[in-house]
Nanobody, 128 residues
Framework: QVQLVESGGGLVQAGGSLRLSCAAS????????MGWFRQAPGKEREFVAAIDWSGSSTYYADSVKGRFTISRDNAKNTVYLQMNSLKPEDTAVYYC?????????????????????WGQGTQVTVSS
């Protein structure tokens, strides 16, 4: 079991930056693949970014590529999402997710149904 707690959301003007954090409980954080997803009002949840257990491999949605950076600090049991050049269309509740890495499965997981553990979400609002 792992519990995830997101923080760092807020209100920012277009063009601004925010850094989201996701703190995980448990001693085996380094064995989890991690991801960030978001859900805007009236829309389905969508993939944002993912990182493998070591932090050496990352993957991004086209809509955030070049603006967002996912990273992790296994010593602090935390994954981050640095968001730059924010746009109003980035407004959403952002969720982090975790899944145990199993030998033979993908190191990077981009589909929501590949993740077992989810945080409660943090609101990001970008004003124009």
């Amino acid at each position: 079991q792992v519990q995830l707690v997101e923080s760092g959301g807020g209100l920012v003007q277009a063009g601004g930056s925010l850094r989201l954090s996701c703190a995980a409980s448990g001693r085996t954080f380094s064995s989890y693949a991690m991801g960030w997803f978001r859900q805007a009002p009236g829309k389905e949840r969508e993939f944002v970014a993912a990182i493998d257990w070591s932090g050496s491999s990352t993957y991004y949605a086209d809509s955030v590529k070049g603006r967002f950076t996912i990273s992790r600090d296994n010593a602090k049991n935390t994954v981050y999402l640095q968001m730059n050049s924010l746009k109003p269309e980035d407004t959403a509740v952002y969720y982090c997710a975790a899944e145990t890495v199993v030998a033979g499965t993908a190191r990077i997981k981009v589909r929501g149904n590949e993740y077992t553990y989810w945080g409660q979400g943090t609101q990001v609002t970008v004003s124009s």
